[in-house]
């Protein structure tokens, strides 16, 4: 896990004064970091009868997808608002400096549906337990979410309980 620790680029005062991002940038670039992480994303869940990956937009496409081909499953999109071309369902919820939204298709999961949520980072937890909320509410159950890094510090596991959580970095 120190290699994919080396690939994590702080980045001060980003992006307001006194946050420290965690820029993933450098691990996606670097083709055996990724496959690295990928396969430590999924390894845990290897024979739990997984259905679909879903992921948050943006990262959480990189990770989600990828996890996605590796388990052969589908991957669906956890979208913002009004960037998905069917009927949707949306689920709102406050962050730590406003408030925000997301949707997917009606028809991406139903009942019998194991679905792994992928993203690359758990901060407050509020993303993660939103998108939780929309794919139980579409009747799918969730196996697991699963992060690159997790920032520790922030509790955002305490939001997802009791799903398991699983994270690769923490900081």
Known sequence: MERLKAKIRDIPDFPRPGILFKDITPLVQDPAALRLAVHQLLHPFL??????????????????????????VGFVPLRKPGKLPYDVQSVAYDLEYGSAALEVHIDALGPG?????????????GTAKASCELIEGLGAEIVACAFVVELDFLAGRDKLAPRPVHALLHF
Request: charged share 20%.
């Open 47 to 72: 024979g739990q009868n997984i259905t679909a990956v879903a992921g948050m937009e943006a990262r959480g496409f990189i990770f989600g997808s990828l996890v996605a081909w590796e388990l052969g």
């Open 113 to 125: 549906d194991r679905v792994l949520l992928i993203d690359d980072l758990l901060a407050t937890g």
